[in-house]
C-alpha cells in the first residue's frame, strides 16, 4: 500500500525559508520511473504543480517558482524535502507531495496535505 | 505554459443525475490527461489518466473521453459520495491544473 505524508510548520513569517518533508513508504525512489511532486492549494483555489524529483535524482521546477524552490531526496529514509524560500502571505497553502509512475504519467498517490499559514 | 479551463465551475444535480464536466487545454495534449475528485478537507483523488483510462477501484460510472484540447468527464447516476470538486490535470508539458469543478447537491 503507497501512503505519503507530509509534515512541517504550520506557521512561518514573511521572508523566512520554508523546508517541508514527504515521508512516504509502499515504493521505493530508487526504482526506475519512479517520481516524487510537491503541489500546493491556497484556501479555496486550485491546485499548482511545484516541483518533481525523479528516481535519478533529476529535478523539475514550476517556471515561476523556481529560484525559490529546491527538492531533494534522502533514499535512505523514503523521505522528499522541498524548501521554499523568502515566503509570503500569498504562499499560504495546504501543500501535498504524490506519486507519479514516471515522468509522463498523472498523480496517482496522494499525501494527506498539511496547512502553511504565512504572517506578515 | 498549458492554461487549462473548466466548464461550469459549479453544478447543481441530484443524486441519480449523469454529469458532464468539460475541461479545455490552451494546447494540444495530447491524451496525457487526468481527473481527479477531491472531498472537502481531503487529498485530491486519481479518477482517470490517459484522458480515458479508469484508475483501479474507481466505479464505473466515471468514464472521460478526448483527445488534444477538448475533454470531458462524464459521472453516471450520481451518488451521496460523489458531491465534490473535480480537477483536470494536463501532464503533457510540467503540469498543470484546471480551476475545478464543484459538483453540489442540488
Known amino acids: 500500500q503507497v501512503t505519503l505524508r507530509e509534515s512541517g510548520p504550520a506557521l512561518v513569517k514573511s521572508t523566512q525559508t520554508l523546508t517541508l518533508t514527504c515521508d512516504f513508504s509502499?515504493?521505493?525512489?530508487?526504482?526506475?520511473?519512479?517520481?516524487v511532486s510537491w503541489i500546493r492549494q491556497p484556501p479555496g483555489k486550485a491546485l499548482e504543480w511545484l516541483a518533481r524529483i525523479d528516481w535519478d535524482d533529476d529535478k523539475f521546477y514550476s517556471a515561476s517558482l523556481k529560484t525559490r524552490l529546491t527538492i531533494s531526496k534522502v533514499t535512505s529514509k523514503n523521505q522528499v524535502v522541498l524548501t521554499m524560500t523568502n515566503m509570503d502571505p500569498v504562499d499560504t497553502a495546504t501543500y501535498y507531495c504524490?506519486?507519479?509512475?514516471?515522468?509522463?504519467?498523472?498523480?496517482?498517490?496522494w499525501g494527506q496535505g498539511t496547512l502553511v499559514t504565512v504572517s506578515s | 505554459d498549458i492554461q487549462m479551463t473548466q466548464s461550469p465551475s459549479t453544478l447543481s444535480a441530484s443524486v441519480g443525475d449523469s454529469v458532464t464536466i468539460t475541461c479545455r487545454a490552451s494546447?494540444?495534449?495530447?491524451?496525457?490527461l487526468a481527473w481527479h475528485q477531491q472531498r472537502p478537507g481531503k487529498a485530491p483523488k486519481l479518477l482517470i489518466y490517459?484522458?480515458?483510462t479508469l484508475q483501479s477501484g474507481v466505479p464505473s460510472r466515471f468514464s472521460g473521453s478526448g483527445s488534444g484540447t477538448e475533454f470531458t468527464l462524464n459521472i453516471s447516476s450520481l451518488q451521496p459520495d460523489d458531491f465534490a470538486t473535480y480537477y483536470c490535470q494536463q501532464y503533457e508539458d510540467d503540469y498543470t491544473f484546471g480551476q475545478g469543478t464543484k459538483v453540489e447537491i442540488k
Open positions: 504524490a506519486r507519479l509512475q514516471g515522468p509522463a504519467a498523472p498523480f496517482d498517490s
Open positions: 509502499g515504493f521505493s525512489l530508487t526504482s526506475s520511473e519512479m517520481s
Open positions: 490517459k484522458a480515458s
Open positions: 494546447q494540444s495534449v495530447r491524451n496525457w
